[in-house]
């Protein structure tokens, strides 16, 4: 049979306190209620586990080892209740953020990490996403939040702006294009156009230039490398390739249809949900001047104008 948690408890009072007239004051028991328990356990168990022949009563050897292991056994159930009860207060058992992969992933690691110093009960999943897959992915799995470039709006969510992004179209400093002056949309087309796809395999980037010469990539890490070495040519977000710039290894594209491009990406939020309180804390430390937004359920949608072509 399998052992009583308050029968290891009582065994664990009767030793801490130094017998059972005190052990049952801790329980709240009187003492013959103790011994009892724990001659039920030693039943249970097909052990001895103390030594009632002395003064004092004193642990076995099979009692020192039973109380080790049941210890470890009344500290786990009161993690079980202490848990329970934090999910009681409200904490969510699990929280599912997509994130959009051109978007710095700093803010949302700060946010977590001051969530993991206030020892937020709530389990946190962080997935990387790009382009259409970002939402494809915030459906499918029925996620809490999504940071996004670029979404369809839907009526049942809530969005928050986000700080503005800049992306700028480059090449490496040895690349042919580098220097170039007016450079049209036919030169661009005899190089090798380099973006980022999502996990579905679409390219549905609609800042791409349309040319039969892609190389598609997984993330924006691996295409800043392909740029430095001068794989071909590729729109960046400005954070990610400051230094790059600043040390002329990448250079911008002096493209006739406009070279830079701005975009303001979006916190999403379900509006059929209540926020618990890990999703209020988490929106609280991703958008801090938007409490006002977060408490109406302003509704926005801003989409990015895509670069001139010609």
Request: overall charge neutral; aromatic content about 6%.
């Given at each position: 049979?399998?052992?009583?948690?308050?029968?290891?408890?009582a065994l664990?009072?009767?030793?801490?306190?130094g017998g059972?007239?005190a052990?049952?004051l801790?329980?709240?028991?009187?003492?013959?209620?103790?011994n009892y328990?724990i001659?039920?356990?030693?039943?249970q168990?097909?052990?001895?586990?103390?030594d009632?022949s002395?003064?004092r009563?004193?642990?076995?050897?099979a009692?020192?080892?039973?109380?080790?292991?049941?210890?470890?056994?009344?500290a786990?159930?009161?993690?079980?209740?202490?848990v329970?009860?934090e999910f009681?207060?409200g904490?969510?058992?699990?929280l599912?953020?997509?994130?959009?992969?051109?978007l710095?992933?700093?803010?949302?690691?700060?946010?977590?990490?001051?969530?993991?110093?206030e020892r937020?009960p709530?389990?946190?999943?962080?997935?990387?996403?790009?382009l259409?897959?970002?939402?494809r992915?915030?459906q499918s799995?029925q996620a809490e939040?999504?940071?996004?470039?670029d979404y369809?709006?839907?009526?049942?969510?809530v969005a928050?702006?986000?700080?503005?992004?800049?992306c700028?179209?480059?090449?490496?400093?040895e690349?042919?294009?580098?220097g170039?002056?007016?450079?049209?949309?036919t030169?661009l087309?005899?190089h090798v156009?380099?973006?980022?796809?999502?996990?579905?395999?679409?390219a549905?980037?609609?800042h791409m230039?349309?040319g039969?010469?892609?190389?598609?990539l997984?993330d924006f890490?691996?295409?800043r490398?392909?740029?430095?070495?001068?794989?071909?040519?590729?729109?960046m977000?400005?954070?990610?390739?400051a230094?790059?710039?600043?040390?002329g290894?990448?250079?911008?594209?002096?493209?006739?249809g406009g070279?830079?491009y701005?975009?303001?990406?979006?916190?999403?939020?379900?509006?059929d949900r209540?926020?618990?309180r890990?999703?209020?804390?988490l929106?609280?430390?991703l958008?801090p001047?938007?409490?006002?937004?977060?408490?109406s359920?302003?509704?926005?949608?801003?989409?990015?104008?895509?670069?001139?072509?010609?």
């Amino acid at each position: 049979m399998r052992p009583d948690i308050d029968a290891l408890e009582a065994l664990d009072a009767v030793i801490t306190e130094g017998g059972f007239a005190a052990a049952g004051l801790r329980l709240h028991k009187v003492p013959s209620a103790v011994n009892y328990q724990i001659r039920k356990l030693e039943e249970q168990l097909g052990v001895t586990l103390l030594d009632r022949s002395g003064y004092r009563v004193r642990l076995t050897d099979a009692g020192s080892l039973v109380l080790a292991e049941g210890r470890r056994l009344l500290a786990q159930a009161d993690h079980v209740v202490a848990v329970a009860a934090e999910f009681a207060a409200g904490w969510e058992a699990r929280l599912t953020v997509i994130i959009d992969g051109i978007l710095p992933l700093a803010p949302t690691l700060a946010a977590l990490k001051t969530m993991a110093v206030e020892r937020v009960p709530t389990r946190i999943q962080v997935r990387v996403e790009f382009l259409g897959g970002v939402q494809r992915r915030f459906q499918s799995e029925q996620a809490e939040v999504m940071l996004v470039k670029d979404y369809v709006p839907n009526p049942e969510w809530v969005a928050m702006p986000l700080p503005e992004i800049e992306c700028l179209l480059l090449v490496a400093a040895e690349h042919p294009l580098a220097g170039r002056r007016d450079v049209g949309l036919t030169e661009l087309h005899e190089h090798v156009e380099l973006s980022v796809q999502d996990s579905g395999a679409r390219a549905d980037d609609r800042h791409m230039f349309g040319g039969d010469r892609v190389f598609l990539l997984s993330d924006f890490g691996a295409k800043r490398e392909a740029l430095l070495a001068g794989v071909g040519y590729g729109w960046m977000p400005q954070y990610l390739v400051a230094e790059d710039l600043a040390a002329g290894r990448l250079i911008e594209i002096h493209y006739v249809g406009g070279s830079r491009y701005r975009f303001t990406p979006h916190l999403i939020r379900r509006d059929d949900r209540t926020p618990g309180r890990a999703l209020a804390r988490l929106l609280a430390l991703l958008t801090p001047n938007d409490a006002t937004v977060i408490a109406s359920k302003t509704r926005t949608s801003t989409k990015s104008a895509p670069p001139r072509r010609s």
